[in-house]
Structures are given as C-alpha cells and as structure tokens.
C-alpha cells in the first residue's frame, strides 16, 4: 500500500498556550507588571485574551487608557518578571513526541509567535528543542498577529503554498492570522482563549489534548 499524500508541506505553531503551558504565568507577569508602576491591575481573563499578541499591543489592551509613554516602562517590568519565572514553563505533555513525529513525516515546522526575538531564542536553546523547528517569526521583527505577515514571510521562505500550509494556535489572534494568510488553521482549547470563541473562524479542527492534536496531525495532515 502507498503512503497516504501528505496534505501540508508546513506546519505553523503559535508558541505560549499551544506548546508551552505559559498561559498563567503570563497573566501574573501581566498582573504584577501593573503593580509595580501603579496602574489598575486587569482580571485574569483581560490579561489572559491578550496572550499571542505582540508585547507593546498586548499592553495596550490590558492595560487601556495608560498615557502612551508609560507603555514602555510597564513592558520592562513584564519583561522582569517574565524573565525571572521563564524557568518554570514546561512543554504541554507529549508535544515533544508530536514534533518529532511530524518531523520524521517530512514536514516542516515552524513557529509564529508573539514572543520577542530574544524570548524566543532564549527557549529555543534547551537541549530538547534544538534543531526541531525550521523557521521562525517573532511580533519585534515583523508584524504583531493578526496581520498576516508573519506566515507569508515562512511560507515565502519554504516556497509553499497557503493550501500547503496549516496554522494551530490556543488563541483567535492565531486563527485570524490563519485566515488573513489564506491558509487551514486548527485551534486548541487548552491555552488562553476559550474555544468557543474559535468556530467563527472555520478551524478544520479544535484539540482537547496535545494527545488528540498528535492524533489528527497523524490522520489528516
């Protein structure tokens, strides 16, 4: 029998809340942020919504109102906080078995996240995902989702297609983004965003689990 046709040539991951169980430490780092210089403190869900957005957007809309030249100083205690706990994030349960399966299919993998450059390459250096991922794009060094910018830069740098490409993210920043690019999109219920809020955006599916995003990757992709 032959192998079944491989559906997507390039497999995109948002990074805190779809890999990286980050979603909470995000929120206090948010959270103790806003204490630090003095400002109302936004409720969990507030801050948590903002995940997957740039860091300068993601201020803006937890913390609205604040005068724009104190954005800057609220994003380097997020930064301290964020920096000082980033030790704590762990892989969600069998992501790293998922990535090295897709791998040893063919695909490429990715990443699009709204992380910083230097975020992204801080946690990029663990011994356990070196040499994973085959491209990259941070919200510093392009455009912050859902503008599609950011797959259409990876999808010019692998030379694929939008219909070759699929999209997953725990957020509606990362299927908007999907959307805006042309390409499929799945969602995860188990990040930031509630999933109900995912159907508007035709996501072909929403996992539960890591386990059942392994799973369809397997059937499906």
Not at 11 to 22: A, N, P, Q
Not at 116 to 127: F, I, M, N, P
Not at 194 to 217: G, K, R, V, Y
Request: charge should be negative; hydrophobic fraction near 40%; proline fraction near 5%.
């Amino acid at each position: 029998m032959s192998p079944r046709p491989r559906r997507f040539d390039l497999i995109v991951f948002d990074w805190d809340g779809t890999l990286f169980d980050s979603t909470a430490l995000i929120v206090r780092c948010i959270q103790s942020a806003c204490r630090d210089i003095g400002v109302d403190v936004p409720s969990d869900e507030r801050a948590a919504y903002v995940i997957g957005l740039g860091l300068h957007d993601a201020l803006q809309h937890a913390v609205p109102g604040l005068p724009e030249a104190r954005y800057p100083e609220l994003g380097l205690r997020y930064r301290h906080h964020y920096f000082a706990r980033q030790h704590e994030l762990v892989l969600f349960p069998g992501t790293l078995q998922m990535l090295h399966a897709l791998k040893a299919r063919n695909h490429w993998l990715a990443v699009a996240t709204g992380k910083s450059r230097r975020g992204l390459d801080e946690a990029l250096q663990t011994v356990q995902l070196k040499g994973l991922f085959d491209g990259t794009r941070t919200a510093d060094e392009t455009a912050s989702k859902p503008n599609p910018l950011m797959l259409q830069q990876l999808m010019r740098e692998f030379g694929t297609e939008p219909e070759r490409t699929l999209m997953i993210g725990d957020t509606t920043h990362d299927l908007l983004l999907a959307v805006n690019a042309g390409t499929a999109r799945i969602g995860v219920s188990y990040g930031a965003h509630e999933p109900e809020a995912f159907a508007e955006h035709a996501p072909l599916f929403i996992a539960h689990s890591t386990a059942e995003l392994d799973q369809w990757l397997a059937d499906h992709a």
